[in-house]
């Protein structure tokens, strides 16, 4: 990867980040989609543009969202909680099953291959896309 850039270059990367970070909070709030729906992609043309490997690129971009999720996640969670919006019980026993969940993508994920994550994701974001449509 060559990491010389120039300034330009870095502040239009970071002028397009802040526009798409905006967007994609615009329009999770708006659809009422989770913005790592849209920040994925996002990052996945990024890291194109960086110049990061094809093969590790998917795996990039989705870590990276999931990285960005889960803080917001647990604040979220956190605030809902305080107010009593968070039904404890199903929590209590949905928790053990999502975390097994997460522990078993990431390991299924380690493993595909980056075309195999991208189809995964086409598949996910197209049955989303389907559900906002009117009934």
Do not use: C, Q
Not at 73 to 87: I, M, N
Not at 106 to 118: C, N, R
């Amino acid at each position: 990867m060559d990491v010389a850039h120039s300034t330009n270059e870095l502040i239009l990367l970071a002028l397009a980040l802040i526009g798409a970070g905006v967007a994609t909070g615009f329009l999770a709030g708006l659809l009422g989609v989770g913005g790592g729906a849209i920040i994925t992609p996002v990052l996945y043309e990024v890291f194109s543009i960086l110049g990061i490997s094809s093969t590790v690129r998917m795996h990039l971009a989705v870590g990276t969202s999931l990285a960005i999720m889960a803080p917001t996640t647990l604040r979220a969670f956190a605030a809902h909680k305080a107010r009593g919006g968070v039904d404890m019980p199903a929590f209590k026993r949905l928790a053990p099953s999502i975390i097994a969940g997460v522990v078993l993508g990431a390991a299924v994920a380690s493993y595909a291959p980056g075309t195999a994550l991208k189809w995964l994701w086409v598949t996910f974001a197209t049955i989303m896309s389907l559900k906002l449509l009117p009934t």
